[in-house]
């Protein structure tokens, strides 16, 4: 078979459920140059029989079994074995919409982009249709441009999924989704946006995220969750690759950017009621927010300004005591 353009990356653990609905989003696909890596995670149900069957079907898709070893190793892998000069992942319990590859493909085989973003739509089921943006013109920025749309919430979101990378980006720069993290996204997806010379944005949403699995990572939070999600929070407002590009014009929106995220991370801990538990870390982000001291007006479109400002009235952790009252009240 020849080289494909396009690497297609599924990570695979106990999903016979929604397996079949990923992997055939992708073989409907109109555009064909692509090879489809099925990494099989070690899973236990009859996930790798799927895989297989697959593979016996479809001379693009190849599968590789390893042992357990959590998401970021098995999208490592996908880098390690993709032979296409482009890569994309897509988690095993999302889908594609039909014309996703026909649509944005085009664009990167004209060899001059890193990177292209497309949209993405959470959904509950496969009967929710996808928003349709009317002339959606695609415009082209830099990596840093691109980092910056980010931190203004705006046409790059902090997922992995609704991307397509030139494969080159993670190999030459060294770049790894970062092992037993959670939210491993926000670890390495600004460091790949850093490293591009040009992006493409698109406003087309492509990408299904599936936000009724009861095994997601959010069902039950832990002291790991917080501090890997506030690591990577603090590593995209504050590490060396970005103090060396960040321009002191942008210094405000990344601390609006670096606050939302702060606040995210306090009103999961309300909202599940374990301040008392995660006691040290409500302190620590708390003090955190206080010396940003972000005003109302520069959080712009960050979606936590409410939040940031009920925080700023000390009512955030009373409006979510009496959220989680009224709950129980039924």
């Given at each position: 078979?020849?080289?494909?353009?396009?690497?297609?990356v599924?990570?695979?653990?106990?999903?016979?459920?929604?397996?079949?609905?990923?992997?055939?989003?992708?073989?409907v696909?109109?555009?064909?140059?692509?090879e489809?890596?099925l990494i099989?995670?070690?899973?236990?149900?009859?996930?790798?029989?799927?895989?297989d069957?697959?593979?016996?079907?479809?001379a693009?898709i190849?599968?590789?079994?390893?042992?357990?070893?959590?998401?970021?190793?098995?999208?490592?892998?996908?880098?390690?074995?993709?032979?296409?000069?482009?890569?994309?992942?897509?988690?095993?319990?999302?889908?594609?919409?039909?014309?996703c590859l026909?649509s944005v493909?085009?664009?990167?085989?004209?060899?001059?982009y890193d990177l292209?973003?497309f949209?993405?739509?959470?959904?509950q089921?496969?009967?929710?249709?996808l928003k349709?943006?009317?002339?959606?013109e695609?415009?082209?920025?830099?990596?840093y441009?691109?980092y910056?749309?980010?931190l203004?919430?705006?046409?790059v979101?902090?997922?992995?999924?609704?991307?397509?990378?030139?494969?080159?980006?993670f190999?030459?720069?060294?770049?790894?989704?970062?092992?037993?993290?959670?939210?491993?996204?926000?670890?390495?997806?600004?460091?790949l946006?850093l490293?591009?010379?040009?992006?493409v944005?698109s406003?087309?949403?492509?990408?299904?995220?599936?936000?009724?699995n009861?095994?997601?990572?959010?069902?039950?939070?832990?002291e790991?969750?917080?501090?890997?999600?506030?690591?990577?929070?603090?590593?995209?407002?504050?590490s060396?690759?970005v103090?060396?590009?960040l321009?002191?014009s942008?210094?405000?929106?990344a601390?609006?950017?670096?606050?939302?995220?702060?606040v995210?991370?306090l009103?999961?801990?309300y909202k599940?009621?374990?301040?008392?538990?995660?006691?040290?870390i409500?302190?620590e982000?708390?003090?955190?927010?206080a010396?940003?001291?972000?005003?109302?007006?520069?959080?712009?479109?960050?979606?936590?300004?409410?939040?940031y400002?009920?925080?700023?009235?000390?009512?955030?952790?009373?409006?979510?005591q009496?959220?989680?009252?009224?709950?129980?009240?039924?």
């Open positions: 078979m020849a080289v494909p353009f396009l690497t297609i599924v990570p695979v653990y106990q999903v016979e459920d929604y397996l079949r609905r990923c992997v055939d989003s992708i073989l696909q109109e555009y064909q140059d692509y489809l890596l099989n995670d070690g899973s236990l149900d009859s996930s790798p029989q799927i895989c069957d697959y593979a016996q079907r479809y693009h190849r599968v590789i079994h390893k042992s357990n070893g959590g998401l970021s190793d098995a999208r490592n892998t996908g880098i390690r074995q993709a032979q296409g000069k482009y890569i994309a992942f897509i988690d095993s319990d999302d889908w594609l919409a039909p014309d026909q493909m085009p664009v990167l085989e004209q060899g001059q292209l973003c949209g993405r739509q959470f959904v089921s496969e009967k929710e249709t349709q943006v009317e002339q959606p695609m415009q082209v920025v830099s990596g441009e691109a910056l749309e980010m203004n919430q705006g046409l979101t902090g997922f992995a999924t609704d991307k397509i990378y030139r494969t080159s980006l190999r030459e720069n060294n770049l790894e989704f970062p092992v037993g993290c959670y939210y491993e996204d926000l670890g390495v997806l600004y460091l946006l490293a591009s010379n040009q992006v944005l406003k087309q949403v492509f990408y299904h995220y599936f936000v009724d009861p095994h997601a990572i959010t069902a039950s939070w832990t790991k969750k917080l501090r890997d999600m506030l690591g990577f929070y603090q590593a995209i407002h504050h060396e690759p103090q060396q590009v321009q002191i942008d210094q405000k929106l601390n609006a950017y670096y606050t939302n995220g702060l995210h991370i009103s999961s801990i599940a009621g374990l301040e008392v538990e995660y006691a040290q409500v302190a982000i708390t003090t955190e927010i010396a940003i001291a972000v005003s109302l007006k520069e959080m712009g479109n960050q979606p936590n300004k409410t939040k400002l009920l925080h700023r009235l000390s009512l955030l952790k009373p409006a979510f009496l959220q989680r009252f009224l709950k129980e009240k039924g």
